[in-house]
């Protein structure tokens, strides 16, 4: 199980970008993905999640109306568009998935992780 994260970069506040996040090694139809990020000198935190039942999405309040998680279910791929980007959202951001049923907003709830791929949001 392996999930690939890309998409990162440095851009001007105000900017977008839009992170991916490729899942091999199983049918990864069943599972919770989600994204959290990690700023320097912070601990890692939520930011969202698109579970596998449904099609509910959950934001951080902090990205709430800006980010969109989405999915490509024939590519196995999550998407993390993110928009009206600020200083704040600099960080590394990870994809993570899990196939329990414990809550999604849970770190430690998650088997599965990508690499980070890192976000730069310059004033």
């Known amino acids: 199980v392996q999930l690939q994260a890309s998409g990162g970069g440095l851009v001007q506040t105000g900017g977008s970008l839009r992170l991916s996040c490729d899942a091999s090694g199983r049918a990864f139809r069943a599972i919770d993905v989600a994204w959290f990020r990690q700023a320097p000198g912070s601990e890692r935190k939520f930011v969202a999640t698109m579970p596998w039942r449904g099609d509910r999405r959950y934001y951080a309040d902090s990205v709430r109306g800006r980010f969109i998680i989405s999915r490509d279910n024939a590519k196995d791929t999550w998407f993390l568009q993110m928009n009206s980007l600020k200083p704040e959202d600099t960080a590394v951001y990870y994809c993570?998935?899990?196939?329990?049923?414990?809550?999604?907003?849970?770190?430690?709830?998650?088997?599965?992780w990508g690499q980070g791929t890192l976000v730069t949001v310059s004033s």
């Open positions: 993570a998935a899990k196939s329990n049923s414990a809550s999604v907003h849970e770190m430690s709830n998650y088997d599965y």
